[in-house]
């Protein structure tokens, strides 16, 4: 268990209102990654981070942000929720010596109304 | 065109069967590829991860890749109804230190008593 965590687990919020979701783990792990789960598009790359304060862009990231300040927990901010961003949210970490295989948290579902 | 194609399904069989998923792509410098098993308002999970072409068993479950034909498959032996899940195929290039995975759209398998 690579102990990963998402807070909130479902949350319901209004267009226009900022919205941030946290994902927590216990085990150092340099590499961790937010996606996103919509029905026909299966799991897309939000962004990703490589150390504290090192970040990058994945495949959808208009529209989000993201920020680590400490190892164990990366931020993803809707800074203004859109119905588009209805989905469920999943944050990954990379294990290591296991080639590129990621470990997932148990994900966060989000209506934006 | 998607880098990683996967039939959605559904894919129903009767308990017993044998049951082959399977992902086509079209980026040859992919070189680690993996399956995982999604159930039902959960996070995703890791079965298995192979590197480069050939075989690969655990228990009932054999995963194969292809790398002349860009093909990977995932065989269920003796498939029970605690498989009834969704199979993601995901795939990285191994040779980035970001370790980025693309994923399938995910196959929905039921298995029938």
């Known amino acids: 268990d690579a102990g990963i965590t998402q807070s909130p687990r479902h949350k319901v919020t209004e267009t226009g209102t900022p919205v941030t979701l946290r994902c927590h783990q216990t085990e150092n792990h340099r590499y961790m990654y937010w996606y996103r789960q919509d029905p026909g598009h299966g799991l897309r790359l939000i962004h990703y981070?490589?150390?504290?304060?090192?970040?990058d862009k994945g495949e959808v990231s208009d529209g989000y942000s993201v920020s680590r300040s400490k190892t164990e927990d990366f931020l993803l901010t809707l800074e203004s929720a859109t119905s588009s961003q209805t989905s469920v949210y999943f944050c990954?970490?990379?294990?290591?010596?296991?080639?590129?295989?990621?470990?997932f948290g148990p994900g966060t579902r989000l209506t934006v109304l | 065109q998607k880098e990683v194609e996967q039939d959605p399904g559904p894919l129903s069989v009767p308990e017993g069967a044998i049951v082959s998923l399977n992902c086509t792509y079209s980026?040859?410098?992919?070189?680690?590829f993996m399956w995982y098993r999604q159930y039902s308002r959960k996070g995703p999970e890791l079965l298995m991860y192979t590197y480069s072409s050939g075989n690969k068993e655990d228990g009932r479950f054999t995963a194969q890749v292809d790398k002349s034909s860009k093909y990977i498959s995932l065989f269920i032996r003796d498939s029970q109804p605690s498989d009834s899940a969704t199979y993601l195929c995901?795939?990285?290039?191994?040779?980035?230190?970001?370790?980025?995975?693309?994923f399938g759209q995910g196959t929905t398998l039921q298995v029938k008593p």
């Open positions: 981070s490589y150390g504290v304060k090192d970040t």
């Open positions: 995901a795939m990285s290039h191994g040779s980035s230190n970001t370790g980025k995975l693309i």
């Open positions: 990954a970490i990379r294990l290591a010596g296991m080639a590129d295989t990621q470990y």
């Open positions: 980026n040859s410098a992919f070189q680690y």
